[in-house]
Nanobody, 115 residues
Framework: QVQLAESGGGLVQPGGSLRLSCART????????LGWYRQAPGKQRALVAT???????NYADSVKGRFTISRDNAMNMVYLQMNSLKPEDTAVYYC?????????WGQGTQVTVSS
């Protein structure tokens, strides 16, 4: 059973940075995608960034050039470096693993961007 645990959220001022981490336990298939999604109050959960097993990345237009997704296979970790944060980035951020058409989710970590 795959389990995911996010950390690194918090309160940050506009223009600041945060680094989210996601620790994974359990085995995954060779073909998979790791990702970060977010859900703001009153909105649907939306893709932020993904990275495939072979390192291909994909970003939402709203975060391109500001956020960077990365992975450490040896440590079973995936990260989201968030720079130049804006108030509209405020949301609960969720770690995701997708394999064999099945999604696994963490519990989420709150990111609040406010002065």
């Amino acid at each position: 059973q795959v389990q995911l645990a996010e950390s690194g959220g918090g309160l940050v001022q506009p223009g600041g940075s945060l680094r989210l981490s996601c620790a994974r336990t359990g085995s995954i298939f060779r073909i998979h995608t790791l990702g970060w999604y977010r859900q703001a109050p009153g909105k649907q959960r939306a893709l932020v960034a993904t990275i495939t097993n072979d390192g291909r990345t994909n970003y939402a237009d709203s975060v391109k050039g500001r956020f960077t997704i990365s992975r450490d296979n040896a440590m079973n970790m995936v990260y989201l470096q968030m720079n130049s944060l804006k108030p509209e980035d405020t949301a609960v951020y969720y770690c995701n693993v997708r394999m064999l058409l099945t999604d696994y989710w963490g519990q989420g970590t709150q990111v609040t961007v406010s002065s």
